[in-house]
Nanobody, 119 residues
C-alpha cells in the first residue's frame, strides 16, 4: 500500500531553519501533486506549500519568501526547506500526495512531524 513518511522535524530557535522530507512508497506511478500542510494547536489544518510533477509551486502567503518546496520524482520524495522560522510556524507538519489513476484521484497523508520554533 502507499505510505508517506515524514522526517526532519525538531526544535529550532526563531530565525533558524528546518528541512522536512517526505518519502512516498508503494506506488507504481509518480504522484501528480505533493505538498505540505500544518496544524497548530487550536487551529485547522492549512496548506503550506504544494508542488506538481511539473514543478509548479504554490505557497501560503504566510510562508512566501521563507519556505521552499521541492521534489525528487524518481524517489517520490518531497522536501520543505523552512528558513527564517517564527514561533507561529510551530505546528505538526503533514505530508500530502495525490495520485491520479484514470479518472479516480487518490489522496494520501503522512503521520506528521512536529516542528517547534522557540527560544
Amino acid at each position: 500500500q502507499v505510505q508517506l513518511v515524514e522526517s526532519g522535524g525538531g526544535l529550532v530557535q526563531p530565525g533558524g531553519s528546518l528541512r522536512l522530507s517526505c518519502a512516498g512508497s508503494g506506488s507504481i506511478f509518480s504522484f501528480s501533486v505533493m505538498g505540505w500542510y500544518r496544524q497548530a494547536p487550536g487551529k485547522h489544518r492549512e496548506l503550506v506549500a504544494r508542488i506538481t510533477s511539473g514543478t509548479s509551486t504554490n505557497y501560503a502567503d504566510s510562508v512566501k519568501g521563507r519556505f521552499t518546496i521541492s521534489r525528487d520524482n524518481a524517489k517520490n520524495t518531497v522536501y520543505l526547506q523552512m528558513n527564517s522560522l517564527k514561533p507561529e510556524d510551530t505546528a505538526v507538519y503533514y505530508c500530502n500526495a495525490g495520485l491520479l489513476r484514470g479518472t479516480t484521484q487518490y489522496n494520501y497523508w503522512g503521520q506528521g512531524t512536529q516542528g517547534t520554533v522557540s527560544s
